[in-house]
């Protein structure tokens, strides 16, 4: 078989356009609006020249891939490799790389762990926590809203939640970088946060065992519950991995990600100081209009039919989240940071039987964080350049130079 970056290299289907773009390229994350337009013009579906596979950025079509896990699954990688194909750089995890049946027993562990209830207990140590760090940040005044704030919270907050008792901050990070970047091709944003890895790698698997977790902490639970199962160690340690892999990033991004948003658009973060009740969808419009995790794949195992394009089987096709959730034909003036607006149905945190399984954990970090906010700052400005990070996987910042006004 004729493999192109661990991939099966799949040919044009008909009534497809072949395209050259590079969607893993800097260029299309300073610029990702016009990829968005230009893929979602195209067609259901885009062939890309350059990877040997396709694309998908309508609304219709991404959730339609994603809400198909029989035809599209996870199990074979959710990145442009084909792990039936060729080795992953780690093992597989237990939730995001696996299919049903498996999936759905493995993932209930997770969901029994980050249930509502659980975080609704969560609340106010997440929000002494913010009014904490915004009280902090006050005395200062100009931050920088990546490094003093996004990255700080998560990385604050989620271990203590979690109970992970032997992590730090870089560590996450560098692990996050890694998990999310490994899901492009080999390129410099690839290599670059593999090239920190070893290290990293000894201290997240360290972190997994039950000798590191807090008696009571949510992963507690997780070794807890699984205690009867045949592999209790393997199980319950993956599953923590997991979180790890999942839990911190895509906060970190989704944070900085939002207040690029209120520094953009001061008119949209007073509404929401002037109504607490705002504060939910300010986050949601947040997720919808910036989509932190910008894309992942999925693979045909049968030949399939989706809007009139025949997909071969071992197909990979990248749904490009970010451009789903900013189609005109779904959402009105998409690119629009509108507080107001009906959000749901986005796809920031997927759709179908892989969605987010921490997002009540994720929303209540993030909902603490802008109540503080609202409640204690009156302006969110910009004091330099907004510096986009380039990564395969997320939509997120290295640097957002703000001033906190009192
Ligand atoms: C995991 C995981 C889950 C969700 C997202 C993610 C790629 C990783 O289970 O390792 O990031």
Redesign the pocket.
């Known amino acids: 078989m004729n493999l192109f970056q661990g991939h099966k290299a799949i040919k044009i289907p008909q009534n497809t356009l072949a395209w050259d773009i590079d969607p893993y390229s800097k260029d299309v994350l300073l610029n990702p609006e016009k990829f968005f337009n230009a893929l979602r013009e195209k067609g259901p579906f885009v062939y890309l020249s350059k990877y040997k596979m396709l694309a998908c950025g309508r609304f219709k079509e991404t959730k339609e891939v994603f809400s198909d896990h029989k035809r599209f699954v996870s199990s074979r990688g ?1 990145g442009i490799q084909d792990f039936k194909l060729e080795a992953p750089w780690r093992p597989p ?5 696996v299919d049903p049946p498996q999936h759905t027993k493995n993932r209930r562990f997770l969901a029994q762990a980050l249930s509502p209830n659980k975080i609704a207990k969560l609340k106010d140590f997440f929000k002494e926590c913010a009014d904490q760090l915004i009280s902090e940040l006050l005395q200062k005044k100009e931050i920088d809203g990546i490094s003093d704030l996004a990255e700080m919270f998560p990385t604050k907050v989620f271990p203590e939640a979690v109970g992970l008792k032997k992590i730090d901050k870089d560590t996450l990070l560098g692990y996050g970088a890694m ?2 970047n490994a ?1 492009g091709p080999d390129n410099e944003f690839r290599n670059d946060a593999m090239a920190k890895g070893l290290s990293v790698l000894e201290k997240i698997n360290k972190q997994c065992l039950e000798e590191n977790i807090d008696a009571k902490g949510l992963a507690k639970e997780i070794y807890q519950r699984t205690a009867d199962s045949s592999e209790k160690e393997h199980l319950a340690g993956m599953l923590v ?2 979180l790890l ?2 839990g911190i990033d ?1 906060t970190v991004s989704a944070i900085g990600n939002l207040l690029w948003c209120f520094s953009e658009n001061p008119e949209q973060f007073h509404l929401v100081k002037n109504d607490k009740l705002l504060v939910g969808n300010a986050v949601e419009e947040s997720l919808r209009l910036t989509s932190p995790v910008k894309a992942f794949c999925r693979t045909s195992t049968k030949e399939a039919e989706v809007s009139g394009v025949v997909i071969e089987e071992g197909t990979k096709i990248l749904c490009v989240l970010g451009s789903a959730n900013t189609d005109p034909e779904m959402w009105e003036n998409p690119y629009k940071y509108d507080v107001t607006r009906r959000t749901i149905g986005h796809l920031a945190l997927g759709v179908g039987v892989h969605n987010c399984v921490g997002q009540t954990l994720a929303r209540a970090e993030i909902a603490a964080l802008t109540s503080s906010l609202t409640e204690r700052v009156q302006n969110i400005k910009p004091r330099g350049k907004a510096i986009w990070k380039p990564n395969n ?1 997320m939509r997120s910042l290295e640097s957002l130079p703000i001033i906190l006004e009192t």
């Open positions: 959710v995890s237990l939730v995001l790389e998990v999310f899901l991995r997991s892999s999942a895509t996987a």
